[in-house]
């Protein structure tokens, strides 16, 4: 049995699942109502001998997504999106509360250890996953690996720039990619093209800005609702023309799109696949797919977390063998 951690800024999601990747037990707590590192750790403590105890002895290790989190060392590293301030060396501390192996990985990456574990990527070696939530988060595989970067922070593909001086952005700058292709990026589209047409147009002008969300627009766009239905062309084309370069840089297999924004479907996928093929080299057309997650939505990233520390695992057992059949041929 492995268990899964998904610390997100809002809640804390954590599930138990063997190793083809079914759930025993699942459970959520609020990471928000933190604000204090240790009593935060005191909670997630509390809720893993809670889960564990289920399984007994049978525990193999923990898998740990977290926003800023980094790969090589295991530290949460000052995120702004946390209650809390200051590094939280989080696989240190599960290994000496637990005494099991702790793996732990940026938030963004465990969609693309989902797929590779347990989703369409099982049979794939170079492909990429974009995650579409409040942000837009990416996890780049390239050869079987996940890539990390010299400091464990590679795949900020938010944050590359789309327009100067465009749209204000989370992290201080303007224009970055996620302020126009996430949830939130879609609806400060909405909201620029209900400004344009003026009213009269939309069954959404109705709404405050706080009360839109992705799903709303969503829900308009397959009524017929025009104003929607354009909100999700121009960030489907922006995502498309990005996508371009993306797979300039990686040459992936295929891109899966997976999060919240991805349940939108054709709304999606139409016109960033259309925008992909007019940006992209003649070499390249068709071949790559752009393709939903065979995972389910909601537990695509407690999977990666599940799978973060079930592949660690493996392939420790599997460098094992290979030392003692070295061993015996000696
Ligand atoms: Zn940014």
Redesign the pocket.
Known sequence: MYLGIDIGGTTTKMGLADSSGTFLSENSFSTSSYSNVNQFLSALEGEIIRMVSLVGNQLQGIGVGAPSANFHTGVIESAANLGWSGQLNIKGHLEEFMKCPVEVTNDANLPAIGEMIYGGAQVMRDFVTISLGTGLGSGIVSNGKLVGGHHGMAGEL??INVKPNGRK???????????YVSATGLKRTLFKLLADYNGGHSELEEYAFEDVNAQKITEAALRGDKIAIKAFNYTGRILGNKLADLILVTDPEAIFLVGGMAKAGALLFNPTKESLVESMLNSYESTVEILPSKLPLEKVSLLGACGLIARSERQLKKSKHITLLERKSF
């Open positions: 938010g944050h952005c989370g992290c201080g700058r303007r224009g970055c990619l996620e302020t």
